[in-house]
């Protein structure tokens, strides 16, 4: 079955500097892939989606790239705040009849002022 | 336009009840998806409905678990004769269509969650 890894520890960077996020899966490539934040005692709320055939997403400081010969997805947020700590989820999509969303256990961020 | 509404927030149990979990989905959404997030594990898929129909129960346990959308009112996550194990957060998401499909590839919308506590 597929499989999603993400960072298990905890990320602690600098404010101002590149958080990069890794989020790697085995098998075959998704049809889709999304990134989410999950504050603590919150749902998930969506981020970026990026496409197989499509390598990088912007959204003003956040960037997803997506390597499907790597089958890695990188996910930066430039010019990092304390506002940004939060928990960073992958979430791959299959297509198929449901085209549900398999998602990663979620890589913690923190960013320290 | 509010966002997906789920309640309760938090839920006690004890071992052997019942547990009713509500999900309202965000207006003009007819697509409701289920997930249980155990501690420090990610968001695990349980089931996918539309309106009056099961699409796609593949995560849903076979037995106790069971999950409805009727043509009016909330979806419905029903655990019967909970065990301490159910003990979880229960997370409903909402999209106007199928996810990923269409021009604009939609998201999902998450509610807040339902904090089921078994003892």
């Known amino acids: 079955s597929q499989k999603i890894e993400q960072n298990s520890e905890a990320l602690n960077i600098q404010e101002g500097k590149t958080a990069t996020l890794t989020c790697n899966y085995t098998?075959?490539?998704?049809?889709?892939l999304q990134w989410y934040r999950q504050d603590p005692g919150r749902g998930p709320v969506f981020l970026l989606l990026?496409?197989?055939?499509?390598k990088e997403k912007r959204k003003e400081r956040l960037k997803v790239t997506f390597d499907t010969t790597l089958k890695q997805s990188l996910f930066h947020i430039t010019a990092s705040q304390p506002a940004d700590s939060a928990t960073y989820l992958c979430?791959?999509?299959?297509?198929?009849?449901?085209?549900?969303?398999?998602f990663g256990t979620g890589t913690l961020l923190a960013v320290q002022p | 336009n509010a966002g997906v509404m789920q309640n309760p927030r938090h839920l006690v149990r004890r071992r052997g009840q019942e547990a009713r979990l509500r999900c309202s989905p965000m207006?003009?959404?007819?697509?409701v998806y289920w997930y249980r997030q155990l501690p420090e594990e990610g968001l695990k898929f349980m089931v996918y409905?539309?309106?009056?129909?099961?699409?796609?129960e593949s995560g849903m346990p076979k037995e106790r678990f069971s999950a409805e959308f009727p043509k009016e009112g909330p979806s419905i996550l029903r655990i019967q004769q909970v065990v301490r194990g159910d003990s979880a957060a229960y997370f409903c998401?909402?999209?106007?269509?199928?996810?990923?499909?269409?021009?604009?590839?939609?998201?999902?919308?998450f509610g807040q969650g339902t904090r089921l506590t078994v003892v």
């Open positions: 207006k003009g959404h007819s697509h």
């Open positions: 409905l539309q309106k009056e129909n099961i699409i796609d």
């Open positions: 098998n075959y490539s998704p049809a889709y």
């Open positions: 979430a791959l999509q299959y297509g198929g009849a449901t085209n549900k969303l398999i």
């Open positions: 990026i496409r197989e055939n499509e």
């Open positions: 998401a909402s999209s106007p269509r199928q996810i990923g499909t269409g021009t604009e590839n939609t998201e999902a919308f």
